[in-house]
């Protein structure tokens, strides 16, 4: 999974997180089941896994608001514990009920005047034009109420083969070794790795980028973006994220079942 902070992707589908968000954190410890934990190494190991997993599960479950329910539920459940033993017992409890958590399942999006489809995660959502001031060449899959970020992914749809439209488009850059590198971004430019799909060849990277505070509209924090162009050979179609949720498998998902129709 790429990306910033995981509390991130789920702020930007417009939940509350307050339930086991970012897992215990030390230095903060007030309760004497914090300070139980705080004292374990392993218990400390299982509340990052637990963490790691609600996120997981609420990303990709059908019904996410129950997710978010049951875990404020099992916080009360687990702080009534007297002893490690019992916290123990109660992260292996939760965190093999998370994994049974019910997948949101795919969509297939169909898109005729582009003549172009792909796959989503159900819980999302595409919109044509894409948020902020897109074309209508431009479509995104979106969360639910996005307040952080516009978009999980976006394919803006242009005229053109792989290796003009991924410089011209997305910055790539053909070395004089015959490797293709990023130009985009601050640091070292990174390797650009070619992938495929169905009846598609394509060319795709990540790297940094910087992202802007929605309040204030100055650059807060870096985050990765990942950059990619999928090309039928006649026309392409330059995928982006905005480094803020990052890139999950969920939209990789997205990614590796676009077609061109036409």
């Known amino acids: 999974v790429f990306g910033i902070r995981p509390g991130l992707a789920l702020a930007a589908i417009g939940l509350s997180l307050s339930a086991h968000a970012d897992g215990i954190q030390c230095a903060r410890a007030t309760t004497r089941t914090e300070h139980l934990i705080c004292a374990d190494e392993a218990l400390m190991s299982a509340d990052s896994a637990l ?28 702080d009534a514990c007297a002893d490690a033993a019992c916290i123990a017992t109660a992260y292996r409890d939760r965190t093999a009920a998370l994994k049974q958590v019910k997948h949101a399942g795919w969509k297939t999006y169909h898109d005729p005047a582009l003549g172009i489809s792909f796959e989503y995660l159900a819980n999302r959502q595409v919109k044509k034009p894409c948020p902020e001031g897109g074309s209508d060449h431009c479509i995104a899959i979106v969360g639910r109420n996005m307040t ?17 439209v991924a410089e011209k488009e997305a910055g790539f850059v053909k070395q004089d070794d015959g490797k293709w590198v990023t130009s985009y971004g601050p640091g070292i430019p990174q390797e650009v790795e070619r992938i495929s799909g169905p009846g598609w060849h394509g060319m795709s990277a990540t790297i940094m980028c910087r992202i802007s505070d929605p309040k204030t509209g100055f650059y807060s924090a870096a985050g990765e973006c990942y950059w990619a162009v999928l090309s039928n050979g006649k026309r392409s179609a330059v995928a982006g994220t905005q480094g803020i949720v990052g890139t999950d498998d969920a939209t990789l998902h997205s990614v590796s079942t676009f077609r061109f129709d036409r």
């Open 148 to 164: 952080y970020s516009s978009r999980f992914i976006s394919f803006e749809i242009v005229d053109g083969a792989l290796e003009p």
């Open 51 to 78: 963490s790691n997993a609600y996120y997981d599960a609420v990303g990709i479950a059908a019904d996410q608001q129950a997710v978010i329910r049951s875990q404020r539920a099992w916080l009360t459940q687990r």
